[in-house]
């Protein structure tokens, strides 16, 4: 924008009331401000690599853009304080975000737990220092499922389940974190359990002992899946150059103003001319910006 005159001082000057968000890999100062980012480096910068993965394996990057999607929300959420600030102030203001840092908030109190304790988080794979069992499972037919037992409750119905009731009676049993200190003999009693079943078998018996399980499933199941039809996470949109196509929804429900999808996507540059006016740049303006290839 700044290359071409439209500037903050220049907008805000036009429309003091404009909300400009600004997102760059590293923020807008600093000694990295320069560099250019993405959200892999997000993910490698901010501890989530180094925690994601098996203890004797590398250090595991997500295979989408997880720390770009983190930070998308989190400007959304960034842009809707400052239009409720305008309304309070009557003045917009600039949203400054690096994608480095949301997803460094997501990952929780580590900083705080070495700042205090010098614990640095370790590499568990699928299991959590937290609690136990947590896992994923293969069952008979192929398919792999997930299990939490993050109350203490739901780890007791899960060892009632699989036939391992005397578990429950041992000291160490009755917290998440002593139970993680056990997890190769509690993984063993549930990987044994549902390797002899189906995946259809052990979440019908999960199910019905009121114990967390949940397949671990791909698009194509996520498509089936009767709990997100019923939601309607996955909704179908008319495409003007596509027709009728299936996305991910509005991410909540309202009940009283209840969001909706009015498009796919619009073709690229189809509102440049409305914004840019709104904002209060002339017609002649405009055309001088589109001759110089700024538009």
């Known amino acids: ?25 590293f923020g807008q100062f600093g000694p990295y401000a320069h560099r250019p980012g993405f959200g892999t480096l997000a993910e490698a910068m901010s501890g989530f690599a180094a925690v994601t993965g098996e203890p004797d394996g590398p250090p595991t990057l997500p295979p989408f853009g997880l720390a770009d999607s983190i930070a998308a929300l989190a400007t959304a959420y960034a842009v809707m304080t400052a239009l409720s600030g305008r309304e309070r ?28 304790l010098g614990y640095v988080q370790p590499r568990t794979g699928n299991r959590s220092r937290n609690n136990a069992p947590r896992n994923t499972y293969r069952t008979s037919d192929g398919h792999w499922v997930a299990v939490s037992t993050s109350a203490q409750s739901v780890a007791e119905r899960v060892m009632r389940l699989v036939g391992r009731p005397e578990l429950i009676e041992e000291p160490w049993f009755a917290a998440g974190t002593t139970r993680a200190e056990h997890a190769d003999e509690l993984d063993e009693a549930v990987g044994h359990w549902i390797a002899r079943r189906t995946r259809e078998e052990a979440v019908s018996a999960f199910e019905k002992a009121e114990a967390a399980i949940a397949p671990v499933q791909d698009v194509r199941d996520v498509l089936e899946d009767p709990q997100y039809r019923a939601l309607d996470t996955v909704t179908e949109v008319d495409d003007p150059e596509l027709g009728p196509l299936r996305m991910q929804n509005v991410l909540f429900r309202l009940s009283e103003t209840p969001g909706s999808i009015r498009w796919a996507g619009r073709p690229h540059g189809a509102d440049t001319e409305e914004i840019l006016t709104e904002l209060g740049l002339s017609p002649s303006r405009i055309a001088a910006l589109r001759a110089e290839g700024a538009l």
């Open 89 to 116: 102030t009557g003045r917009g203001q600039v949203v400054d975000l690096a994608i480095i840092e949301p997803i460094l908030t997501v990952l929780g109190p580590q900083p705080l737990w070495y700042d205090q």
């Open 1 to 25: 924008l700044e290359r071409w005159g439209l500037g903050w001082e220049e907008l805000s000057a036009v429309n003091p009331r404009l909300v400009l968000a600004r997102v760059t890999g």
